[in-house]
């Protein structure tokens, strides 16, 4: 029996309304001694709620889930009260009086798993859809928690099991009346298996994306313009301006939404061989932010005849900026262009929407969102091709495909260890 634990399933601060949520075998008790009785089962009740000394803390609506039918398939209690500091801190100084304990950061949820509500990929769906900050964060993180990584899962586990047992039928009864072809018949399952896992990897890095941001740098030289172009975009003053070189020396990483996807937006520093040790670690951070980003936007001095887009691959923006002050003497091909004229900055947000929507959007939803996922399905590939590489040695085949269905059991925690599934439901809020 596990202990009772409660929580605010809202945010601190002033609100209309704050839920306390409790979960565990001594709920019950604990809705009685606060509200007098249970309501009824999934019913809001109208109650007055009291401390220990019998004071009123608060006239509250009441929700009594029973277990197994309830979130965590515990017994379940909410109590919705009014949502000033003083009422919430009432109410929980109360619940630690009967004994229960504090939850930690996601243990509702972990009970929820624990109990078999939910697998471990519907349960990073909840986190994800709490922290979406964008449509397509909700809609990816509501695929999730509506199960759909874990139906391909199960899919891919069935295939799995129907393999290996060919392959140890073909092991352990090979004098029996087996079909001679049995363990031959499991090489195209486990092919076609092995490619959709690889498929599904390599999409799982946008999935990711969707999840943490697509990454786009400012690059180019100093006084190009960069900080301006961010300030704009930004709609804000995120970045100092000014007309000595090399002011931005640190990265500058604004959030914003383009087309309905999350994007990290980065002003880097200036580009250019410098003695100046602070600005030369800079560049160095600015190339390293630019190397890893989803998308490079390159700004030259259309002024300065000297400047050039070196470096740049082909599939990157490249601006010439300055547009307004005058017949530029930079011989550069690129988009000519300046922050002062509205046009600009409209084609230039619609430029890198489409980039984002043609990155992130894809045909169907990613079937993996987390760097978790794809390293335990690149695990379980590179098993089944080893697999397939077995040859006559059917029995080191078999241990292959059994390690494979391993890896892929642990992205629903049918088999994941304590220290996994700690580090997971730690990164929740609390009181969920």
Known sequence: MTDTIYAPATAAGRSAVAVVRISGPETAPAVRALAGRLP????????TLAGAGGGEIDR???????????YTGEDVAEFHVHGGTAVVGAVLVALDGLGLRLAEPGEFTRRAFENGK????????????ID???DAQRRQALEQLGGRLSDVQARWSDALTEALAMLEAAVDFPDEEVPQDVAARARPVLEDLAAELEAAAADAERGERVRSGYRIALV???NAGKSTLLNVLARRDAAIVTATPGTTRDIIEVPMELAGYKVILADTAGLRDTSDEIEAEGVRRARAWAESADLRVWLADGMDPAATFEGAARDDIRLITKRDLGEHLADLRGEPFTTRSPNDVAWLERSLAERVVADLAGGEPPTATRLRHRELLTEAADRLRHALAQDERLELAAEDVRLAARALDRITGRIDPEQVLGRIFSTFCIGK
Not at 40 to 47: D, F, V
Not at 60 to 70: E, I, K, Q
Not at 118 to 129: H, R
């Open 40 to 47: 009824a089962p999934r019913r809001a009740a109208l109650r």
């Open 118 to 129: 939910l697998d471990l990929a519907q349960a990073e769906g909840v986190a994800d859809l």
């Open 132 to 134: 979406a900050e964008t």
């Open 220 to 222: 180019g030289a100093p």
């Open 60 to 70: 509250a609506l009441v929700l009594w889930f029973p277990g197994p039918d309830s």
